[in-house]
C-alpha cells in the first residue's frame, strides 16, 4: 500500500523560497509509470495544479507558475520535492502531493501540509 | 489557458438526482476525471477516464462525456455525498500543457 507524506515549513516569509518534500513509502518511486505531482488549494478556495515529475526527472508545471516553480524526484531517498520561489501570499495554501498518471487521474494522494506566507 | 466551467453550487433534497457539469472547449474530446473532497480531506476520485468507477465507489455515481460537456450524476443522493466535486483534464492543446481543474461545485443534500 503506497502512501505519501508531505512534509516542511509551515511558516515561510515572503520574497523567499518554499520547500516541500513528500516521502514515498509502501513502494518505489521508480516503479511503474507514474507522475508525482502538487497540487495546492488555497483556504476556502478550489485546487490548483502545480507541476509533476515522472522518475527519469521530466517535469511538466503550471503555466502560471512555471518561472518559479521546480519539482525534482530523489530516488535514492525515495521522495520528491517541491521548490517555488519568491513566494507571496498568494502562495498560501494547503499543499498535497499526490501520485497519478499521464492524465490527471490520481490515486494516491498525501494529508496535505498548510504553508502560510507571512512575516 | 484550457478553462473547465463548473457551477458554484447543487442543492437537492435526498434521493434526488444531482448532475454537475463541467464545461469546456471541445472537452469531449478529453478524458474527464472527477475527484470528491469533504472539508479537511485530501480529494478522493469518484469517476475517471469520462465514466469508469473505481472500486469501493457506489453504482450511483456515474460519468459521461460529449461535446463541450461532461457530467457527474448521482442517483439517489445521501447525506454523507455532501462535498466539493472537481472535474479534471489533461491539456495538451497549447504550447504548455497542463493538468486542469474546473473551479469546483459544492454539492449540498438539503
Known amino acids: ?116 506566507v507571512s512575516s | 489557458s484550457y478553462v473547465l466551467t463548473q457551477p458554484p453550487s447543487v442543492s437537492l433534497a435526498p434521493g434526488k438526482t444531482a448532475r454537475i457539469t463541467c464545461g469546456g472547449n471541445n472537452i469531449g474530446s478529453k478524458s474527464v476525471h472527477w475527484y470528491q473532497q469533504k472539508p479537511g480531506q485530501a480529494p478522493v476520485v469518484v469517476i475517471h477516464s469520462d465514466s469508469d468507477r473505481p472500486s469501493g465507489i457506489p453504482e450511483r455515481f456515474s460519468g459521461s462525456n460529449s461535446g463541450n460537456t461532461a457530467t457527474l450524476t448521482i442517483r439517489g443522493v445521501e447525506a454523507a455525498d455532501e462535498a466539493d466535486y472537481y472535474c479534471v483534464v489533461w491539456d495538451h492543446t497549447t504550447d504548455e500543457p497542463a493538468v486542469v481543474f474546473g473551479g469546483g461545485t459544492k454539492l449540498s443534500v438539503l
Open chain 1, 1 to 116: 500500500q503506497v502512501q505519501l507524506q508531505e512534509s516542511g515549513p509551515g511558516l515561510v516569509r515572503p520574497s523567499q523560497t518554499l520547500s516541500l518534500s513528500c516521502s514515498v513509502s509502501g513502494g518505489s518511486i521508480s516503479g511503474g509509470t507514474f507522475y508525482w505531482t502538487w497540487i495546492r488549494q488555497p483556504a476556502g478556495k478550489g485546487l490548483e495544479w502545480v507541476g509533476r515529475v515522472y522518475a527519469s526527472g521530466s517535469t511538466d508545471y503550471n503555466p502560471s507558475l512555471k518561472s518559479r516553480v521546480t519539482i525534482s524526484v530523489d530516488t535514492a531517498n525515495n521522495q520528491f520535492s517541491l521548490r517555488l520561489t519568491s513566494v507571496t501570499a498568494a502562495d498560501t495554501a494547503v499543499y498535497f502531493c499526490a501520485r497519478g498518471d499521464y492524465y490527471g487521474y490520481y490515486t494516491i494522494w498525501g494529508q496535505g501540509t498548510m504553508v502560510i
